[in-house]
């Protein structure tokens, strides 16, 4: 296994917003290329094929990282943006970023009207994000379009990638879904020099974000039997999250997808993993919600449908500048992973039709 921090470190800290994942794409191709022939759908997503009969077995995981796009340059030189995947406006207020222009990155912090300046009984309420801008520090608009950013412009959160609790535990930006790519990468990595009984898809999807696009157009190419969908999945273990709610811990081992919005999992896949989880002895956990879907609402419905299922690790603060995973949860995915593609050879994949 390739040093799991090192992995994650380079796939979180790269730039890719939704439409803009050429930074990401290009690393996750240098890492995936040594395990399979590598294909692209016309819109951006990458597929590395490995294997050559057999059921046609897809991962899939969004290389996408939520963001914003500039859309307005003020004659005092702060940018106006709109958001590239859901955030919640508490969480933007006072944060540093970086727009990618022609010229290179800028850095900017996202600013709002001051406390200082608003009345007493306004300054409880939660600035929203119409009302807030990105600084630079220009003082004209030709001043930023002197430093090269342009309408259109992607934006991204800038956040390195850190190493917790002696190194155990990992914090940093887009854990969504760039823990799920480096799950497709080491699944990928073990499978290009153990047999396995399908040909095998490591599929990174774009545009998740702004509506699970990436995942039509590389099912359209991977045309797939089964999917498991990899994603990070949100901890219910911090104040103000009721257990009924999400009772997903960090630590409690990977996180089996019972429902969401658009996806209701295959249940004898779902049943499969269930059992392989306690023949290792690997803890399992479980959510549901309605609250999002994941690339698994659309893949499910290619061609005449398609068994699909979702595993996730446990991930606090998602969609933020600062998720927050362990180590542990990552590997006790990955060998789950590992040991339901052993099993999905031709009779079984017969088994999950319903």
């Not at 005092?76 to 944060?95: K, N, Y």
Request: charged residues 25%; hydrophobic residues 40%.
């Amino acid at each position: 296994m390739f040093n799991i921090s090192e992995l994650l470190k380079e796939l979180t800290e790269a730039h890719g917003v939704p439409g803009h994942e050429t930074e990401i794409r290009s690393l996750v191709r240098r890492y995936m290329e040594p395990f399979g022939k590598i294909e692209l759908d016309r819109i951006g997503s990458l597929v590395c094929v490995n294997g050559s009969a057999g059921p046609r077995v897809m991962l899939a995981a969004h290389m996408d990282e939520i963001g914003f796009m500039v859309t307005y340059i003020s004659e005092g030189g702060v940018l106006r943006f709109l958001p590239l995947g859901g955030w919640f406006d508490q969480v933007i207020l006072g944060q540093r970023v970086i727009i990618k222009t022609h010229k290179g990155d800028l850095c900017g912090v996202i600013g709002a009207k001051p406390p200082h300046l608003i009345p007493g009984e306004e300054r409880s309420k939660v600035v929203d994000k119409k009302d807030m801008y990105i600084d630079i520090g220009a003082t004209s608009k030709s001043e930023v379009e002197e430093a090269g950013v342009r309408l259109g412009d992607p934006v991204v959160p800038e956040s390195s990638f850190k190493l917790l609790m002696d190194g155990n535990v990992f914090m940093a930006k887009a854990f969504d879904d760039r823990v799920g790519v480096g799950l497709v990468i080491e699944t990928m990595r073990h499978f290009s020099s153990q047999p396995h009984p399908n040909i095998l898809f490591g599929v990174c999807t774009v545009m998740e974000e702004v509506g699970l696009r990436g995942a039509k157009t590389s099912s359209e190419l991977v045309r797939p039997d089964i999917a498991i969908i990899l994603e990070s999945d949100i901890c219910g273990d911090v104040p103000g999250i009721k257990p009924e709610e999400s009772n997903v811990k960090l630590g409690g081992g990977p996180s089996l997808v019972l429902l969401e919005a658009r996806l209701i999992p295959n249940l004898k896949l779902r049943n499969l993993i269930i059992d392989i989880a306690r023949e290792l002895g690997i803890p399992l956990q479980y959510s549901a919600g309605l609250g999002g879907s994941t690339d698994g609402g659309q893949i499910h419905l290619h061609g005449i449908g398609v068994p699909t299922v979702v595993l996730a690790v446990p991930t606090r603060h998602i969609h933020s500048h600062s998720g927050i995973i362990r180590r542990d949860d990552f590997e006790r995915t990955l060998q789950l992973l590992i040991a339901l593609i052993q099993r999905l050879n031709a009779e079984a994949a017969k088994e999950f039709i319903l």
